[in-house]
């Protein structure tokens, strides 16, 4: 599996983005799918995750209400919506793709990565 993430930017405080990670190679659209962060210095976090159907997903309390996670299984895209920007969001995020059914909030239970796209919010 190869997951390619793209979208990242520099954008002021209060503005949006939206990440898009593509999947290929063995990819069966029945596995959990996330969104991590991690930024200088600090250590790789979950941002948002979504069960293989898409039809349950689950967010960190920091960006709960601002952020918005989907796929879509036919084109093996996984998104990421994010509005309401702050500075405390600038981080490298990435997508991730965990074997199996259960969202899981630690990066290490996470199989396959993507390589990461910079997100820069200015004040």
């Known amino acids: 599996v190869q997951l390619q993430a793209s979208g990242g930017g520099l954008v002021q405080a209060g503005g949006s983005l939206r990440l898009s990670c593509a999947a290929s190679?063995?990819?069966?659209?029945?596995?959990?799918m996330g969104w991590f962060r991690q930024a200088p210095g600090r250590e790789r976090e979950f941002v948002a995750g979504?069960?293989?159907?898409?039809?349950?997903?689950y967010y960190a309390d920091s960006v709960k209400g601002r952020f918005t996670i989907s796929r879509d299984n036919a084109k093996n895209i996984l998104a990421l919506q994010m509005n309401s920007l702050k500075p405390e969001d600038t981080a490298v995020y990435y997508c991730?793709?965990?074997?199996?059914?259960?969202?899981?909030?630690?990066?290490?239970?996470?199989?396959?990565w993507g390589q990461g796209t910079q997100v820069t919010v200015s004040s």
């Open positions: 991730a793709l965990r074997l199996g059914r259960s969202i899981l909030y630690t990066p290490t239970r996470y199989h396959y």
């Open positions: 190679g063995r990819t069966s659209g029945s596995d959990v």
């Open positions: 979504t069960t293989p159907s898409g039809d349950s997903t």
